[in-house]
Structure formats: C-alpha cells, structure tokens
C-alpha cells in the first residue's frame, strides 16, 4: 500500500496551459510536483474513469480507438513533443536533419529522410523492434483493401526500405514538412513477428482478431494485463519501455460513460483521475469546489480542441437534403448564439470559435481577422432559409416549403457534447427549425458505417492542429475503408484540399503560414464543419497524482508523458 502524505510540493507549469482563473486561489488548483526524478520509481496503481471503451489499441489501423490516450498508453512514436512543443526522439536514436545528411530533398522535390532506431527498442513481448517493422507497416497502412483510419502522410511516401535492422530510409514523393518528426498515428511500426504471417496470406481474420484488443503487442510504456469488455482495461507497466520503466506499476482503466458517475467515483476515492476525454467540466468544476478548503485534490485546465458541427453530405437513410444548400447551414450558424453558448459552458474562459485554430496559435489573430463570422441574426437566418425555399409563417412557427414539410435538423451528439447541442436545438427552434437532437448510443458510436449515417448534422471535437485536419476527399468513410474515414460527412471543396496539402507539404515557412490562413478563410466561405466552441478541457486529480500537464501544442493527447506519471510514495 503506498502511504499518501498530505502536504501539497510547488507546481511546475506547463507552458501553452490555460490558466483557469477561478481556480488560482484555491489550494485544490494547486497539485502535487508534476516532474518525477528519473531515477525514482514510486510503483502503485493509478485508478482513472474514462468514458470510451476501445473497439481497437491500433492508433492508425482500423479506426475506433475512441481515444487518443490509449496510443500513447501501448504505443510509441519515432518522435513526440514535450513542455514547449520541443520535438524529442522516442523510438527513433535522434531527429533527422538537413545538416546531417538524414534528411535529404532533392531538386525535383522528392526526399530521403533516414531514422536510426534505438538498440533498446522491444515489442511487449521482449522481441526486439526492427526497423523491418515500420517496412511492414507501411505495407499494410497503404493497403486500399484495409481499413486505415488514416493514410497522411503514408500517402505521400514513394517506398520504406530498411538498410539494416536499426536503419529505417523513408523515400518520399513529394515534399513534407514534418518529415524527420513522425510522431501521433504517423508510420507506426507493426509487430511483423505477430502479423505478417496473417496478412500476407490473406488471413480474413487480419483485421478482426485478438492482436488488435486483447492480445495487443506494440512498443508502449504499458501493455494490456487484462481486459474486462464493458468494464475495463488494467494495463502493466512495460520494464523495457525505450525511454525506461514507467514509475507507475499499473493503470486500472474504468470505463464510466457517465460524467456524475466519474465524479462521484473521484470524490469517494474509488478512482483517483477523471478528464475531459468524458467527464464534463461542470463536474470538474464539483470536484474543485469540493476539494477547494481541504486540498484533497486539483484541476488543470488547457485548450487544444474545438467542438464543432459536422454536415452530412452524402446520400443517407433518411438524409436531410436542404443541409446541402450553404444558404441553409449559413442560416444555422447565423440562428446560433455563440456569445451566449461560450460564456455558459466555458464561464468565457476562451474566445469565441470561428475557424479551426487554437487561441494559442501564433496564426490565431491573423486567421480570425479574414474568416466569414456568423454572428448571432435570427433575421438573417429567417432572410437566408428564404431564399432557399423555406418560409415562416407570417404569425410565426416553423419553417417550410411550398410542400408545407418542415426543416427538420437533427444533431447526433456524444456524451460530452450533449449540452452544448442542447443549447444549438433550442436556437435553432427558435429561429423556426424543426430541430432535435439524440446521444449516441455507445454500441452504435463503436460501429463505424452507423456512426457515419448521421442525417443531418453531427457534433463532435476535434483536436486543433494541421495534420488532425479531417474534412480532405482522402477522409472519406467509404465501404472500401470498412467506414473509417474522419471526414464522416463527406464535405469536400477542391481549393480546401489543395490548401490543406499545401501546408503539408511546403518546406517554406512563409507559404505554410499563407495556406493556413487561406484554408481557413476557404472553410468559413463555403460553410464547412464548422467550430462552436473551443474546449475547456482539463485533468481533475487527487493531490498524490504526479506527472500529468495536459496536452502539449500540435501534440494529441494528454498522456503522451504517462510514463512519468508517479503517485506520491
């Protein structure tokens, strides 16, 4: 049993966090040190309530982790950011670079970026990882016939060659900026020990058998102990992790879709971490007030994500067709209430969203001063479903046609997004929108070709940064990809995605920073997924959990440094 003591050490603030100000008197806001001595191993289990019970641990191949705390939970990257977006090596031995001849481009603007692998890296199993695993992966990552969550920037690589078990040579096709940075859902290696022999014989159980849940095998600071469906996951600490045992022995994963349930766990001690992955931040909020005299525990909040409105474009069951006139999706962001919507679920603690980029952006202000805003005009909105054919009556009511049927809009929604489409409903009907929303239900979020059916529109989050971007064609869901698209809708706009592979892809600073901006101007112009919120996301802790800062900027996930999470001895 580890002792707990109950005197709080000083914080180390994480640079980019948000800093929530009616926190900062209050001794629950103020947590235990958040770095660990790598020579210290404290040991015990960390208790966490998380909402998403994983359909898959593969972060890249087939779709449906839920989460992207569990890739960094049971994988590792070649690369990652820490404190300050500073890019470290993990699986890879250093960074490549120019100057060092491991990171080569060529006249015609094909490149060569080579990776040296650490001698230390092993599977979970202790079997040496080799550089002909990520040749593996990636044969597998630009297979059409898998489904692939994502094949950015696999894409944009010509061949992957291993000159020798720990060299790794990447020949690209065309120029990339983040070449000599793999980091999140970025050619991640795949056991070839484990698998290949299944995918080269065209095993149909490849893309469905226990090595993707269950019996999981990758390189991270954990790996699966034992999974309960329904119930959760306890994940082992791996002694051979490449950047050294984690100081935590366990983790004991409940999964807890409830957020009033998360947070009485919390309170009572039955888990001893909850955060915005599920948990609501009204219940964050509980737990800090609560803990605000006595001190038992503390909050951290950040903000790297924006909850947004996603329009389905492609023929559906039941599809709503007026969603495909912009006049009509201009009329729903003009019938919302943003000011109103920011200030009761964030308490104004963010600005108001209106394009695709994080506050904390250093494009931020330049992005924000060219984007269309559609602000708060129920007279515009009654103007705009005018002339798309759908009138009030003169007395008021609801919106129709000249057939007399109503516009009706429905929102599918999450767990955690069910107050703010809540809000979005009842302003849409109060501009005269037949407008209802339900929650999805868990079994059909897991299930991917149900989850893109949506009929209307769709609320959802998204992590803020350029390669999480989701609304590019090669995004689709399509029954080539087993549904697994991120661009569930179907939005596509020609200039979007010429912008969108622009800033992939340009080496030059400047041209990036220009499609950026562009892009986001070109989203706003033709009413894409469209954000209404950033997030207010946060981690809410008891005070003997050390280690957790939250997300670092143009990183996803906020257990990216898990392996230096520790609870007080």
């Not at 600071?221 to 022995?249: C, H, Q």
């Not at 209802?436 to 239900?441: C, E, G, H, T, W």
């Amino acid at each position: 049993m580890i002792h707990r003591p109950t005197a709080l050490t000083p914080l180390i603030v994480a640079a980019g966090i948000l800093v929530l100000a009616a926190c900062a008197p209050s001794p629950a806001s103020s947590p235990a040190a958040e770095t660990v001595a790598p020579s210290s191993r404290f040991g015990g289990t960390l208790k966490i309530a998380w909402a998403v019970e994983p359909n898959t641990l593969a972060p890249k191949f087939i779709g449906g982790s839920g989460s992207p705390e569990y890739q960094w939970l049971f994988s590792s990257t070649l690369t990652f950011l820490t404190i300050g977006s500073a890019l470290q090596p993990m699986l890879a031995e250093d960074i490549p670079m120019q100057s060092t001849g491991s990171w080569v481009i060529n006249p015609d603007g094909s490149m060569v970026t080579t990776y040296r692998l650490r001698q230390n890296a092993k599977w979970h199993d202790g079997t040496p990882l080799t550089a002909q695993d990520f040749v593996f992966a990636f044969d597998v990552y630009v297979d059409k016939d898998l489904p692939v969550i994502r094949r950015s920037p696999e894409n944009l690589m010509a061949r992957v060659e291993a000159l020798d078990d720990s060299t790794l040579v990447i020949r690209w096709k065309e120029t990339y900026a983040g070449a000599n940075s793999l980091g999140f859902e970025q050619l991640l290696p795949l056991p070839r020990h484990v698998l290949e022999g299944k995918y080269r014989s065209n095993d149909p159980t490849f893309v469905s058998g226990p090595e993707w849940t269950t019996a999981y095998i990758s390189t991270g600071p954990f790996k699966v102990d034992r999974w309960t469906p329904g119930v959760g996951i306890v994940a082992a600490a791996n002694g051979d992790f490449v950047l050294g045992p984690p100081k935590l022995d366990s983790i004991d994963i409940r999964f807890v879709l409830d957020s009033s349930a998360q947070l009485a766990n919390l309170l009572s001690g039955e888990v001893d971490m909850i955060n915005s992955t599920g948990a609501k931040f009204e219940d964050a909020l509980v737990a800090r007030d609560r803990w605000r005299e006595s001190g038992e525990g503390y909050i951290k909040t950040f903000s790297s994500q924006a909850p947004y409105i996603e329009w389905q474009f492609r023929e559906v069951p039941n599809w709503q067709r007026a969603i495909a006139d912009v006049r009509v999706r201009q009329a729903l962001l003009h019938a919302i209430d943003l000011e109103t919507l920011n200030e009761t679920l964030n308490r104004g603690l963010t600005p108001v969203a209106h394009a695709f980029v994080s506050p904390e952006d250093p494009l931020f202000s330049d992005v924000v001063r060219v984007v269309t805003k559609y602000s708060f005009d129920r007279a515009r909105a009654a103007t705009l479903l005018d002339e798309a054919g759908w009138r009030q009556p003169a007395g008021g009511g609801m919106v129709a046609n000249l057939e007399g049927k109503l516009l009706d809009v429905e929102q599918a929604t999450t767990p955690s997004q069910e107050r703010a489409s809540t809000i979005i409903a009842d302003n849409w009907k109060a501009a005269g929108v037949n407008s209802s929303f339900f929650v999805v239900p868990q079994a059909q979020a897991r299930d991917a070709e149900s989850s893109t059916n949506f009929v209307a529109t769709r609320a959802s989050s998204r992590f803020l940064g350029p390669d999480q971007f989701a609304w590019s064609a090669m995004d689709f869901p399509t029954p080539e990809n087993r549904w697994t698209g991120v661009n569930t809708g179907s939005f596509f706009d020609a200039e979007v995605d010429r912008l969108h592979n622009l800033r992939l892809t340009s080496l030059d600073d400047d041209q990036r920073r220009q499609a950026t901006i562009s892009l986001m101007k070109r989203m706003t112009e033709v009413v894409a997924p469209m954000p209404v919120l950033y997030s207010v996301e946060f981690i809410v802790a008891r005070r003997y959990v050390l280690g957790p800062v939250g997300r670092v900027s143009g990183q996803n996930g906020l257990t990216w440094n898990v392996h230096e999470w520790a609870l007080t001895p």
